[in-house]
């Protein structure tokens, strides 16, 4: 069985081939391009990340596939039903960094409600004063998290740490959990948007929840609110979201994913590339208009040591149960 994996940096290389000794693997660099499937054409194995796009055009080109591991709990890069149309099996890691996303997002919150990054943007410019630095206790203050899958529920966990109020929303409600966590669920997105001072996104992307947060639902939320999304960019309408800074609606956002980020993965991409025109507008918007409302991570909520050994761990099992005839985490 030949795999192929693609988006690894050297370590995880070194890490992938002592997991797997004794398999035939090889590494390609960047991610899987579509115009350049020669060199797997014979790989009954691929596995990817986020950058991947594994679509019709890929699967046709790959005669033997049989199995993709994507080393990512989500899998809007995939396009399942293909897979399952050509009886390619399809396995995820549903579970890696539930602490280390929702880490990460309570970094950002924390950077915005005690002006920690507005502070740095001054330091820069030589000014080191206090005035317009003056932040907010977080005991007290209502969070709304929308999805209370692995992640949601550990940034419930911190927030009662910090002695927050917190209501969820989430089509699958789980009352017993949040009895034991001290939370209620919102009937409706829109109650929860009404009532909370900070709001953080943590549900997969799907044509369902595609800009679910939305002009009008933005519109609904407390004025100086914040808005906290290391989820999916696709949740979130870009255009929405820079009126709702310059409207006052948001006093801050916290985001480590946009909608069109995958069009900035180079550095220089705004210069040489136009189709990349409307994505580094937004971008240059966002940061040029509010450089003290926004702080933006570049999809890294995820990126521990610790959490990536865990996803490499996961992707190993994956691809060792499917060759048993047995797979694990299967979503396709």
Not at 89 to 115: D, K, M, Q, W
């Amino acid at each position: 069985m030949k795999i192929a994996f693609f988006e690894t940096e050297e370590w995880e290389k070194e890490y992938l081939s002592k997991g797997l000794e004794g398999y035939s693997i090889a590494f390609f660099e960047g991610s899987l391009d579509p115009k350049n499937l020669d060199k797997v054409k014979d790989y009954e194995v691929v596995s990817v990340s986020i950058y991947s796009k594994i679509n019709q055009e890929v699967i046709r080109k790959l005669p033997k596939l049989r199995f993709v591991a994507t080393r990512s709990t989500g899998f809007d890069h995939i396009d399942i039903d293909e897979c399952k149309k050509s009886k390619v099996t399809v396995s995820n890691v549903p579970t890696y960094g539930e602490n280390t996303v929702a880490e990460h997002a309570f970094a950002l919150i924390l950077s915005i409600s005690r002006n920690v990054h507005k502070s740095y943007v001054r330091s820069m410019n030589e000014d080191y004063s206090i005035e317009g630095l003056k932040g907010f206790d977080l005991k007290g203050k209502t969070l709304g998290v929308v999805g209370t899958g692995n992640i949601g529920l550990h940034v419930i966990k911190i927030a009662k740490g910090f002695g927050m109020n917190v209501i969820a929303y989430d089509v699958k409600k789980q009352r017993f959990i949040a009895e034991v966590l001290d939370f209620a669920y919102a009937a409706t997105l829109d109650e929860l948007l009404k009532q909370s001072d900070i709001v953080s996104l943590h549900v997969p992307y799907s044509k369902q929840t595609h800009h679910m947060i939305s002009r009008e639902k933005l519109q609904l939320m407390k004025k100086g609110s914040i808005l906290i999304n290391t989820a999916r960019g696709g949740l979130v309408d870009n255009s929405a979201l820079i009126e709702a800074l310059d409207n006052g609606t948001l006093s801050g956002v916290g985001i480590d994913v946009i909608e069109g980020e995958e069009a900035i993965k180079e550095e220089r991409a705004c210069l040489v590339d136009s189709r990349n025109e409307a994505f580094c507008n937004f971008m240059k918007d966002l940061i040029v208009k509010h450089p003290d409302k926004v702080v933006f991570t570049p999809h890294i909520a995820f990126y521990s040591q610790e959490a990536l050994e865990r996803i490499l761990d996961t992707t190993i099992e994956n691809i060792k149960s499917f060759e048993t005839g047995q797979p694990e985490n299967v979503i396709a």
